[in-house]
């Protein structure tokens, strides 16, 4: 069983970065794709963005053009940098890691964007 932790989070001004880090305790290889979702006050989990083991990756419309999710595989970590955050990408986000049918996920961290 392969845990996810994330890192990286926390207060930043609008127009600021931030990276998260979502670690393995185990190969991240075994995952098909991973991805990170938000989910802010009141809403519903949302994809970020996603990532295939063969580098595929997409974003939601919110994020494209700020966003960028990379994994490495031999440091079984994957990130997750943000530019140019705007207030509205205040949420909790969390790591997802899809193995076949099983998804593991992380506890999630905590970004807030001050305007």
């Known amino acids: 069983q392969v845990q996810l932790v994330e890192s990286g989070g926390g207060l930043v001004q609008a127009g600021g970065s931030l990276r998260l880090s979502c670690a393995g305790s185990?190969?991240?290889?075994?995952?098909?794709?991973m991805g990170w979702y938000r989910q802010g006050p009141g809403k519903q989990r949302e994809l970020v963005a996603r990532i295939t083991r063969g580098g595929n990756t997409n974003y939601a419309d919110s994020v494209k053009g700020r966003f960028t999710i990379s994994r490495d595989n031999a440091k079984n970590t994957m990130y997750l940098q943000m530019n140019s955050l705007k207030p509205e990408d205040t949420s909790v986000y969390y790591c997802n890691g899809l193995d076949g049918e099983d998804n593991y996920w992380g506890q999630g961290t905590q970004v807030t964007v001050s305007s």
């Open positions: 185990g190969s991240i290889f075994r995952f098909d794709a």
